[in-house]
């Protein structure tokens, strides 16, 4: 599955745009920039089309009171994945009825508590991997050799998304402006402009 990493007019419009996108992915420093806060993000996302993730607080659960009232089949909820902590957290998600996003994953450790908690997605940030020396090719086909769903973010470009989609089958979330950039066609034919002219019906 393809999502877009951001909250704002961009981000909406390539949701709108293009059919295979699935939803919108943000967190607490997206929703920063925006000026929005957590309650904010989730009235609009519960009001657009697709299967959205949402960044909870591991410290503060005051949020979790905002979910009681949205439709938990919009979001995914993601957490921070502190193997000593988050668990609890996810825990009590699960019993409200919502799936959760292990994130900011970079062991095998988070990866099996994880899986053992019930996650519905592990969250590997690819570029944070590489910038700090770690192996984010490795710990991806670990995550799905133990049959768990994967989120790769963090890509900061076409190349990077290539990378990844070598490793295996993978969901990916990129910034609006990454996915333009991906997405945009390349026919070094000009096949597009040549079939077109030669239509006929």
Not at 62 to 67: G, I, K, N
Not at 116 to 145: C, H, Q, T
């Amino acid at each position: 599955m393809i999502f877009v990493d951001g909250f704002g007019e961009l981000a909406f419009e390539i949701l709108e745009k293009f059919p295979f996108v699935k939803g919108i992915t943000t967190n607490p420093t997206i929703l920063k920039k925006s000026n929005a806060s957590f309650s904010e993000a989730v009235r609009v996302l519960e009001n657009i089309k697709g299967m959205h993730f949402i960044q909870g607080s591991l410290r503060n659960i005051e949020w979790m009171e905002v979910l009681k009232s949205v439709k938990r089949e919009k979001f995914v909820i993601k957490l921070p994945w502190d193997s000593r902590t988050a668990p609890k957290i996810a825990e009590k998600l699960t019993v409200l009825g919502f799936r959760f996003c292990a994130t900011a994953v970079y062991k095998p450790s988070q990866v099996m508590s994880a899986k053992y908690s019930g996650a519905s997605f592990v969250a590997v940030y690819y570029n944070r991997m590489i910038e700090s020396n770690l192996n984010p090719a490795d710990l991806i086909k670990f995550a799905l050799e133990k049959d768990m769903k994967v989120l790769v973010a963090s890509l900061k470009t076409p190349h990077q998304i290539e990378e990844v989609l070598k490793v295996g089958d993978v969901s990916v979330t990129l910034p609006p402006h990454v996915f333009l950039e991906f997405f945009t066609p390349y026919f070094p034919e000009n096949d597009l402009t040549r079939f077109e002219e030669d239509f006929k019906l």
